[in-house]
């Protein structure tokens, strides 16, 4: 080997290395194995299940089929190959665009995807919207006065509202405002926003209060907590110093010097949304994605279940890569760690 040829290959080696050191590259990569993770776990906890969509499609009909029509519908439906090779089947067509069938909707995945996806993002982003709003105004509060009477307020408001389970607090009001003021909204078929704005947002507040509500608790913790960090720094001794107002200390020193953990505990509170919303969309009739997997797993269409969670899965790992960007844009110091 000669001298140029080998300083090129460790010239290449170095260039890998430092690709492979960035935090992108890095972050995209565990990104793909967490993905694929998810699919095997997803494909195996599937088939441990009793049952499968003969049973689901046929009930106790099921078991008056000859050994013929059950060997016809398990190769209809593709039961009668290995799983390693249902496996890399399902996997092929998702690589290829292809999300599989659902026969008991007679539509496309993919078609079931695209109506279900845009209810559960209106719904997380709404949540988080609310949760935002009252977690960094109650921790921003909570901790202007650690100890006093509005802290100790604001973290038993917070701590009621971290107990109280989405499904008790959702059906409770859902029951109250219908029975007592007429007010149901979530009984009448779901209206997307581009068909009927006033009903479609009629029919979101209160999904999005109850999951929103929920998660401003450990956003207000998180707020208060950061707050409370930053407080005790050097730098805003020497701000206050300078006679910057208490309100411009607060919001532009302070808080912006908070919001890390604020970032992480939103980036997270929201990919959890997407796949953790089936209890609300249940309880509120909301055709969401959530939905779409309960129903999947009470017929138990594999595809159904199988590639939606693989679809909530992406989304998840795409907010958190994009919540490492936010980090950049609020500390550019986190890159560097």
């Given at each position: 080997?000669?001298?140029?040829?080998?300083?090129?290959?460790s010239?290449?080696?170095?260039?890998l290395?430092?690709l492979?050191?960035h935090?992108?590259?890095?972050?995209?990569?565990e990104?793909?194995?967490?993905?694929?993770g998810?699919?095997?776990l997803?494909?195996?906890?599937?088939?441990?299940?009793?049952?499968?969509?003969?049973t689901?499609?046929?009930?106790?009909?099921?078991?008056?089929?000859?050994?013929?029509?059950?060997?016809?519908?398990?190769?209809?439906?593709?039961?009668?190959?290995p799983?390693?090779?249902?496996?890399f089947?399902?996997?092929?067509?998702?690589?290829?665009?292809?999300l599989?069938?659902?026969?008991?909707?007679?539509?496309?995945?993919?078609?079931?995807?695209?109506h279900?996806?845009?209810?559960?993002?209106?719904?997380?982003?709404?949540?988080?919207?609310?949760?935002?709003?009252?977690?960094?105004?109650?921790?921003m509060?909570a901790?202007s006065?650690p100890?006093?009477?509005?802290?100790?307020?604001?973290?038993?408001?917070?701590?009621?509202?971290?107990?109280?389970?989405?499904?008790?607090?959702?059906?409770?009001?859902?029951?109250?405002l219908?029975?007592?003021?007429?007010?149901?909204?979530n009984?009448?078929?779901?209206?997307?926003?581009?068909?009927?704005?006033?009903?479609?947002?009629?029919?979101?507040?209160?999904?999005?209060?109850?999951?929103?509500?929920?998660?401003?608790?450990?956003?207000?913790?998180?707020?208060?907590?950061?707050?409370?960090?930053?407080r005790?720094?050097?730098?805003?001794t020497?701000?206050r110093?300078?006679?910057v107002?208490?309100?411009?200390?607060?919001?532009?020193?302070?808080?912006?010097?908070?919001?890390?953990?604020?970032?992480?505990?939103?980036?997270l509170?929201?990919?959890?949304?997407?796949?953790?919303?089936?209890?609300?969309?249940?309880i509120?009739?909301l055709?969401?994605?959530?939905?779409?997997?309960l129903?999947?797993?009470?017929?138990?269409?594999?595809?159904?279940?199988?590639?939606?969670?693989?679809?909530?899965?992406?989304?998840?790992?795409?907010?958190?890569?994009?919540?490492?960007?936010?980090?950049?844009?609020?500390?550019?110091?986190v890159w560097?760690?």
């Amino acid at each position: 080997m000669t001298p140029t040829s080998s300083r090129t290959s460790s010239g290449t080696s170095s260039a890998l290395l430092r690709l492979a050191a960035h935090p992108v590259p890095r972050r995209i990569g565990e990104a793909v194995l967490t993905l694929l993770g998810v699919s095997i776990l997803t494909f195996l906890v599937l088939r441990v299940l009793p049952g499968d969509q003969i049973t689901a499609s046929y009930g106790v009909d099921a078991g008056d089929l000859s050994g013929s029509q059950r060997a016809q519908l398990r190769s209809y439906y593709g039961l009668d190959k290995p799983l390693a090779e249902q496996y890399f089947s399902w996997l092929g067509g998702i690589l290829h665009g292809r999300l599989g069938y659902s026969a008991n909707a007679g539509q496309s995945v993919a078609h079931l995807t695209a109506h279900a996806l845009p209810v559960t993002l209106e719904l997380a982003v709404l949540a988080i919207a609310l949760a935002l709003l009252l977690g960094v105004c109650g921790g921003m509060i909570a901790a202007s006065r650690p100890g006093a009477l509005r802290d100790g307020a604001a973290q038993t408001l917070s701590l009621l509202a971290l107990s109280a389970p989405v499904f008790l607090t959702g059906t409770v009001l859902a029951r109250v405002l219908a029975d007592s003021f007429g007010w149901n909204p979530n009984g009448e078929t779901y209206a997307p926003p581009t068909g009927d704005l006033p009903l479609n947002l009629q029919q979101m507040v209160l999904p999005a209060l109850v999951l929103g509500v929920s998660i401003a608790s450990p956003v207000a913790q998180t707020t208060r907590a950061a707050v409370l960090d930053v407080r005790g720094e050097d730098f805003v001794t020497t701000v206050r110093a300078k006679g910057v107002t208490e309100r411009a200390l607060q919001v532009r020193h302070v808080l912006r010097n908070a919001l890390i953990p604020v970032v992480t505990m939103s980036g997270l509170q929201f990919g959890f949304l997407l796949g953790g919303a089936v209890v609300v969309e249940q309880i509120f009739s909301l055709p969401g994605i959530g939905r779409q997997v309960l129903l999947g797993m009470g017929q138990k269409e594999y595809a159904v279940v199988q590639s939606t969670v693989l679809v909530i899965a992406v989304l998840f790992v795409v907010v958190n890569l994009a919540t490492d960007l936010v980090y950049r844009l609020v500390d550019p110091r986190v890159w560097s760690r």
